[in-house]
Nanobody, 113 residues
Framework: QVQLVESGGGLVQPGGSLRLSCVAS????????MAWYRQAPGKQRDLVAQ???????GYADSVKGRVTISRDNAKNMVYLQMNSLKPEDTAVYYC???????WGQGTQVTVSS
């Protein structure tokens, strides 16, 4: 059984920071492509950031320069550090593994004054 569990979401003011965490079980993040997606109400689920098995990272244009994806292989976890948050960043954020094969339940991020 593969399980991804996100945490760290919440309410934050514009310009604030948040770090999302995803702990994986049943799969090694060291040998899997890991990604963060987000989905706002009424919109499609979009890729936010990705890190490959080789360690290469990629980011959506909308968040580039403000977010960083990282891994902790010893803890089998992946993180998304988000800075300078904007209201348009409000969404449910999902952890994804193995190029879309597995999904977490999501964690809500709300950016509002």
């Amino acid at each position: 059984q593969v399980q991804l569990v996100e945490s760290g979401g919440g309410l934050v003011q514009p310009g604030g920071s948040l770090r999302l965490s995803c702990v994986a079980s049943g799969i090694s993040i060291r040998f899997s492509t890991m990604a963060w997606y987000r989905q706002a109400p009424g919109k499609q689920r979009d890729l936010v950031a990705q890190v490959t098995r080789g360690g290469s990272t990629g980011y959506a244009d909308s968040v580039k320069g403000r977010v960083t994806i990282s891994r902790d292989n010893a803890k089998n976890m992946v993180y998304l550090q988000m800075n300078s948050l904007k209201p348009e960043d409000t969404a449910v954020y999902y952890c994804n593994a193995a190029l879309g094969a597995y999904w977490g339940q999501g964690t809500q991020v709300t950016v509002s004054s």
